[in-house]
């Protein structure tokens, strides 16, 4: 009987000794090395286990109580009565797995009804479901543009906008962090004849910037160039109907696909692309997140759909995330934490090395705020920041006490730093 998968690297001994380890890039990766390091002190930062619905005070799996600025739960539908009701009749209706892609027989007709809703809240022809955001991105992406054609991409979009670009037949052509001059020179060295394609996110998520969505359309209309935006941080929190940055800079008729995660306002898990009708039924014929891959469960569309409707009858949710957001954004810049600019439900406290934003969080953690702690590679290496999230459903009291803990957790980090320093 087997004893099971090989611990660490293959047995040297053979006609091939010398042969590299092919594992090495996993077993020897620096950034995997300080995470346990994290780990064995006591301070991780990473996969904190919770015990239970990500509420605006959230309980954790050491059984203490923290202010949650740290889920996307932008709504704070994730734990509402409404939306684990419906996924409740669902898994009861459906069972716990669609057992089969869309293609197949993981098609049911709340997928359907989800798809439909999304594509009238976006005002597209249609939307098509996938089982991630990451996989939304994935399946449009990797469909477009051929050999000859281009993808520029920002070069602080999500992580799987960069992947979903690599995996297109198109060159990708990364362009500076909402630099429209670096856009423009990019688009004016495309060859005239060559399919363009210029992808942003409509909220960048490690730090809430907006796009200028505004101008970078004129720019794509300018050089007959598509225009993707991801709005996975911006559906449910900004523009007057929560449909994104593109609604908020009042272009979003103007953008060609839009992409999202369920798993932030709409309280699930799953992601979508909204676009023209011809272009769905592009992604549903070769996309390999849709035609390869499970549905996604039926019950996670379920809550997904409750969690749309209610964002679509009760727009007084936005309004006071956006408040909520603004409310926070004072606060720490009066306790002496300013954020880096932004309009979403994503804040970023700079905090530059990993010592001193490892040291930060732990102080929050340790006094009673969740938030995220976020170096590199998902931020410049020495430029690290403190990510907060808020939540329609946080009280002003919260967002006033958790303001004042970050700062003073910011504080005493870095003097942490300097002592060493000088020591």
């Keep these: 009987m087997s004893d099971g998968l ?3 690297r293959p047995d040297p001994s053979g006609t091939f000794r010398g042969r590299r380890d092919a594992f090495a890039p996993l077993l020897e990766n620096p950034l ?3 995470l346990r390091e994290h780990s064995d002190a006591g301070a991780a930062t990473h996969a904190v286990p919770t015990g239970g ?3 605006p005070v959230t309980t954790y799996a050491d059984g203490r109580s923290r202010i949650n600025l740290g889920t996307g739960n932008y709504l704070g539908l994730a734990g509402d009565p409404r939306v684990v009701e419906a996924a409740t009749a669902a898994l009861r209706k459906y069972g716990t797995s669609a057992s089969g892609s869309r293609v197949l027989n993981g098609t049911t007709a ?7 809703e999304l594509a009238d809240h976006y005002g597209t022809e249609a939307a098509v479901l996938t089982s991630s955001g990451v996989n939304a991105n994935l399946a449009l992406l990797s469909t477009v543009c051929g050999p000859e054609d281009a993808l520029l991409v920002d070069a602080h979009v999500h992580a799987s906008l960069h992947a979903a670009a690599a995996a297109s037949r198109g060159t990708v052509v990364r362009w500076r962090h909402n630099d429209l001059d670096s856009l423009t020179a990019r688009l004016e060295r495309l060859d005239a004849r060559a399919g363009a394609v210029v992808v942003v996110d409509g909220v960048y998520s490690m730090t809430g910037e907006l796009a200028p969505l505004d101008a970078i359309v004129p720019l794509c209309d300018r050089y007959g160039a ?6 996975a941080h911006g559906l449910g929190v900004l523009g007057a109907g929560g449909r994104g940055a593109g609604e908020q800079l009042g272009v979003l008729s103007r953008v060609d696909a839009v992409t999202v995660a369920l798993s932030k306002s709409l309280a699930s898990v799953g ?3 909204m676009t023209s009708r011809a272009a769905a039924d592009g992604i549903r014929a070769g996309a390999m997140p849709y035609v390869f891959s499970a549905a996604n469960d039926p019950a996670s569309v379920a809550a997904a759909l409750a969690s749309l409707r209610i964002l679509r009858a009760e727009p007084e949710r936005v309004a006071r995330l956006q408040r909520n957001g603004e409310l926070l954004r004072t606060a720490l810049a009066e306790a002496g934490a300013t954020p880096v600019p932004g309009r979403g439900a994503v804040l970023a406290v700079l905090t530059g090395s990993e010592e001193v934003t490892a040291g930060a969080w732990r102080a929050c953690f340790d006094d ?3 938030i995220n702690a976020v170096a590199y590679p998902a931020v410049p290496r020495g430029k690290g920041v403190l990510r907060l999230t808020v939540m329609a459903t946080h009280t002003d009291d919260q967002l006033r006490e958790a303001a004042q803990v970050v700062a003073a957790a910011v504080r005493r980090a870095r003097d942490g730093e300097r002592e060493m320093a000088l020591a």
């Design 368 to 370: 009673g705020v969740y």
């Design 271 to 273: 992601g979508a692309a």
């Design 53 to 55: 619905a990500p509420l």
């Design 226 to 231: 598509r225009l993707v935006v991801d709005e």
């Design 6 to 8: 090989a611990a660490t």
């Design 32 to 34: 995997a090395a300080l």
């Design 110 to 116: 709340l997928h359907l009804e989800l798809e439909a």
